[in-house]
């Protein structure tokens, strides 16, 4: 009797989704063909330059001090220095040592400050992309009685029919003949 319930309901659930109308998409090519994906990818790329020119003014900093302190070592070598002169230069030297400590350490704490920036602007702005589509899909998907749309990327089979990446494409703007383009410069490159 069980056998035949869980047949009943696996034939139930094959003719629901017979009637169902599917679709997939290719979730790739949309964020990549995005119309602002290479605006993002500059202000990503224009960010990352900016933060590693700062990175590089501190890494100069932190070189001149350095450079100091090996003029105050070299300072300290001196035989001549009397006592006075010589604890003088030696307390010169540890006030230039202290100061590069803190120099490499408030360069690691911008370093990873800016990662995190340089991380949370990518994500806020792959959010933003990733949330017009989703609204293009939906829009798209009750103006044509689709009842599911898929990432076809996920899938491990998809009729090639179903996907309707391309339509996707002309909401957002997008002429679909780019998706062709870059499909055949990325094989071209490998």
């Known amino acids: 009797m069980k056998k035949i319930m869980m047949m009943a309901a696996m034939v139930a659930a094959l003719v629901a989704a017979a009637e169902m109308k599917i679709g997939t998409v290719n979730m790739v090519d949309l964020v990549r063909l995005h119309p602002d994906h290479e605006k993002n990818r500059t202000l990503v790329r224009t960010t990352d330059s900016d933060y590693k020119a700062k990175l590089d003014a501190k890494q100069d900093e932190l070189k001149e001090i350095a450079d100091e302190g090996k003029k105050a070592q070299s300072d300290l070598q001196n035989p001549m220095l009397s006592a006075q002169a010589r604890a003088a230069a030696q307390k010169k030297l540890e006030g230039i040592q202290q100061r590069f400590l803190a120099g490499q350490q408030d360069m690691r704490q911008m370093a990873s400050r800016f990662q995190n920036d340089l991380n949370e602007l990518e994500s806020r702005l792959i959010k933003l992309e990733t949330e017009d589509i989703r609204a293009k899909i939906s829009a798209f998907a009750k103006a044509n009685g689709y009842d599911f749309i898929a990432d076809g990327t996920m899938l491990a089979f998809a009729k090639e029919s ?21 499909a055949k410069k990325a094989d071209a490159g490998k």
């Open 162 to 182: 179903y996907d309707v990446t391309d339509e996707i494409l002309k909401s957002m703007g997008v002429d679909p003949a780019k998706r062709k383009e870059k």
